[in-house]
């Protein structure tokens, strides 16, 4: 009997280690970026996950002025995470709240804010932000209100 008992708690906290425990990571948001129109938005919503220079600048241009300041990724330690939405004339906008490194996963959490009035024009709603690199990441999973909605692998 004891011999039983101590196997199930070795297993219990066996179990207990394999499961990753989250780390919280800073989500730097990339404001005045648009998504170009040679990228197709599939999806209501599309999901996102850049590690490449090239293939930011083939799906993201600038929106510079003369005041406005746009962050440029490094890709040497970040990676490039975005939600886009198709174009709409209602006022939406996307937010990243946060990030958390799990094992070889990144979950990545937003939010979506609807005002009721509608635009004159249509927008594309969109968040763009970096999130650092883990060494041994292999995925980038998107939450909206806490629940998984899409994965993204590298």
Known sequence: ????VGIALFFLISCRITQ????????????N?????????????????????????NTFGVAKTM???VRTPNFSGQFVVAVAMKPTNKDVTIRFSKAELSGRQM?????VTENP??????????????IPKG????????YFK???IAAVSL
């Open 117 to 130: 009035s509608l635009l004159s024009y249509k927008q594309t709603p969109l968040a763009v932000a970096t």
């Open 20 to 31: 990753p425990i989250p780390s919280s990571v800073g989500v730097v948001p990339l404001d």
């Open 107 to 111: 979950n990545v959490y937003y939010t």
């Open 146 to 148: 806490e629940s998984k």
């Open 33 to 57: 970026y648009f998504i170009k129109n040679t990228s197709q938005l599939i999806e209501d919503v599309n999901y996102i996950a850049i590690r490449s220079p090239d293939v930011f600048y």
């Open 67 to 69: 005041t406005n300041e």
């Open 1 to 4: 009997m004891k011999k039983s």
């Open 135 to 142: 060494e041994s990441t292999k995925e980038i999973v998107f």
